[in-house]
């Protein structure tokens, strides 16, 4: 019997798993590092977590960090921050975590 002759039996015994999310489809992984004490960039990363969802299909996680801080990581790279008392728009994330997606998978 030849090794090929495995291979499907082997596939055959492989797991799926229903509900999980398929990395294949989208690899990427956003980190959203926030300041936990200010109400503004609490309530700021709550809906930017829920259109990264809704327009991107991207989990984001979600991270305390040092205080006054706003800062999105894609894939481990800064992508964009707040700058100084400024928070990004929801549209600034979204291109930034475009830009990147498109840089890396080029």
């Given at each position: ?77 800064l992508v964009i921050q707040r700058d100084g008392d400024t928070l990004p728009d929801i549209e600034e ?14």
């Amino acid at each position: 019997m030849s090794a090929n002759h495995f291979v499907p039996a082997l596939a055959r015994k492989m797991p799926t798993y229903q509900g999980l999310p398929n990395y294949f489809e989208n690899p990427m992984k956003a980190l959203i590092k926030r300041c936990s004490i200010c109400p503004s960039v609490l309530n700021f990363t709550n809906v930017v977590v829920e259109a990264l969802k809704r327009d991107l299909d991207i989990e984001a996680e979600v991270e305390d960090g040092d205080e006054g801080i706003f800062l999105v990581f894609v894939d481990g790279s800064l992508v964009i921050q707040r700058d100084g008392d400024t928070l990004p728009d929801i549209e600034e994330v979204e291109t930034a975590i475009e830009i990147e997606s498109s840089t890396v998978s080029a």
